[in-house]
């Protein structure tokens, strides 16, 4: 069993920038493929970046490319999503998501990950 807590939302302004963190628990997540999810209100769940537990190879949502960045710190069993120039279309909360060897064409399907945090809030006002 694998426990996930985000943490680092937070209400800012476009062109604004933060830093994400989903700390895990119950076991090591270097083997875990991980992701970044976000739900803006009255839409479904939808892929934002993923980090492979194979040499870390990230992708990303068309959206948040050259603005987000994903990594991970095994020693520190933490995954983060530095999120840069915020627009307002990236509000919604953000989960982040643990998955045990997810194939390269499924990163972007919530049904393929096992574990999921309880979400953190990012508000960006225009």
């Known amino acids: 069993q694998v426990q996930l807590v985000e943490s680092g939302g937070g209400l800012v302004q476009a062109g604004g920038s933060l830093r994400l963190s989903c700390a895990a628990s119950?076991?090591?997540?270097?083997?875990?493929?991980m992701g970044w999810f976000r739900q803006a209100p009255g839409k479904e769940r939808e892929f934002v970046a993923v980090?492979?537990?194979?040499?870390?190879?990230?992708y990303y949502t068309d959206s948040v490319k050259g603005r987000f960045t994903i990594s991970r710190d095994n020693a520190r069993n933490t995954v983060y999503l530095q999120m840069n120039n915020l627009k307002p279309e990236d509000t919604a909360v953000y989960y982040c998501?643990?998955?045990?060897?997810?194939?390269?064409?499924?990163?972007?399907?919530?049904?393929?990950?096992?574990?999921w945090g309880q979400g953190t809030q990012v508000t960006v006002s225009s």
């Open positions: 980090v492979t537990s194979w040499n870390s190879v990230t």
């Open positions: 119950g076991r090591t997540l270097s083997r875990y493929d």
């Open positions: 998501a643990a998955g045990l060897a997810v194939s390269s064409s499924n990163y972007y399907y919530t049904n393929e990950y096992d574990y």
